[in-house]
Each structure stands twice: as C-alpha cells, then as structure tokens.
C-alpha cells in the first residue's frame, strides 16, 4: 500500500509478486477474504486489497516498460514441472527465483490451466492471464505446450539428471524440489 501511495506502481506489483506470481489475476477473481477481516473495517471500510493489486498488476500491463530479467541460474538441478496450471506456474516461478532452471510440461496447448479453459472470459479476460504467463516465462521458466508426460517420459528425463515435481505436492521454497514420482 506504501508504494502505491508514493506513485510506485512497478515497486507495488513486485512486492505483491513477492509471494502470489499472479496479481493482476487474483485481483479479479479472488474473493478477498483479507478484507472481511480487515481490522480497518472497525473504524470505516476495510483496505480494497483485491482492487490494490488488480491497479499495480494493470498499471504495469499497460505502461511500456522493458523485458524482466531472468532470474539468475545458481542451481546446477534441472526441475521438470508437470501441468502449466496455477500450481504449476507459482511452483515454476518460485523455482526460478530459487535458481533452478525450469521447464514445466504442459498437455493443453495453452498455459494457464484451469484459468484458460474453464473460467469465463467475462470473470477473467484471457488476455490477463497471457500476460501473467508470459510475464513468468521472461523470468526464464520454459513453458512447453502440447507436451503430456507419462511415466515413460518422466523415467527419461530421471535418467537425463532432471528431476520431475509434481505441483500438486507442497513446496517450501526454502528446500530443494522433491523427486516426484
């Protein structure tokens, strides 16, 4: 809120992305339950943090700026991911910032998961949701499409020192990735 307050959309964005990959798409479809227990609702309304996040993410969507940087390479592991969903694209993009090099496998032809293919287009633009994509591919995750992975497939990369993680496992981001199966 302080950056937004002193004009410092990108600032703003980055520190929402600190911890959620996805602000300009939670600031449209989450139902902020932040805010029904915002202590500032006691003394008039509570913070709008949902429409806080959704005007940093749009403003920096909308401005020109530069390309992200990739996050640096520090980690010798390679990470497969399986699925380019929610939970795949925040495990990718906490990875990355770890310094692991990514790749996330992906069936459909499109990025992005359940947020693609079966939220309405009225409640989440599919053009929000390309941008937060393509936003984390900059950061250096490679996306691969139309790429289902059976255990045949997972066994090769195994054997190519790539370590396959399934999202749907919890992940700290302070611990390396476990092996999946």
């Not at 993009?93 to 692991?100: E, I, N």
């Not at 950061?139 to 999202?167: F, K, M, S, T, Y």
Request: charged residues 25%; hydrophobic residues 40%.
């Amino acid at each position: 809120m302080a950056a937004i307050a002193a004009g410092e959309y990108q600032l703003a964005a980055e520190i929402v992305r600190e911890r959620n990959p996805f602000p300009a798409i939670c600031g449209r479809i989450c139902h902020h339950p932040c805010e029904v227990r915002c202590r500032r609702g006691e003394l008039d309304d509570p913070v709008a943090i949902r429409a806080l996040k959704r005007f940093a993410a749009d403003w920096c969507f909308s401005v020109d700026q530069k390309t992200p940087e990739p996050f640096p390479l520090t980690r010798k592991e390679k990470v497969a991911v399986v699925g380019a969903g929610p939970t795949g694209l925040t495990c990718d993009f906490f990875l990355r910032r770890l310094g692991y090099p990514v790749t996330v496998f992906e069936a459909l032809p499109v990025a992005g998961g359940m947020l693609m293919v079966g939220v309405p287009e009225f409640r989440l633009p599919k053009a929000v949701v390309q941008r937060e994509v393509e936003y984390i591919r900059q950061r250096g995750v490679e996306i691969r499409l139309d790429q289902p992975l059976g255990e045949h497939q997972l066994h090769r990369r195994r054997a190519r020192g790539i370590r396959p993680l399934q999202p749907q496992q919890p992940v700290n981001p302070h611990e390396p990735p476990r092996p999946g199966p």
